[in-house]
């Protein structure tokens, strides 16, 4: 074998929790920003990750990179259906990395957990612009949910285009004519 030609750079590595659940890797992959507003999909299996750190390029107010890095905190969401073989893909982007959430309206976040209370509870979610609560414990009650629908919801964005989120619904998937 051969010796190191250098020191490496330092690095740190991590195991993260993963979909538990039958083979996906040979599903068609969407992605949320790439679907239109309304869409209804069937999700015969929910997943979303533990919450994990980011490095981007901070940019300035042009957009352009200002070559300082800032961290930021995602969960990743995957609506999957293995009748049809297919996998919508989104990241949830948040504040912080520890379990204490707070979800602001028109967010991922927020709209995923407060669309699950609406459909359990109507007319208690969204009458707030804020929703708290514990990650772990929404994200294993996500993880455990079967046979549900959601729909795709596009929000404005001031300066920049439009991006979608997903809300739990109870309306139907359209029938496809053929």
Known sequence: MAEAQSKLPSFEGENREKYDGPDTSKYAVYKLVDLDEGDIYHADNIYLS??????????????????EKELKYSAGFQIINHKSEWKIKANINLKKKNDAFEAMEKSGLYDLIGSLIEYNEPGTAFKFNVITGSFKQWREHINQLKDINVEVIEHPFEGGNPYNTLQFTKKEVPEVEE
């Open 50 to 67: 533990d919450i994990y750190e980011n490095e981007w390029d901070k940019l300035d107010d042009k957009g352009c990179p200002t070559g």
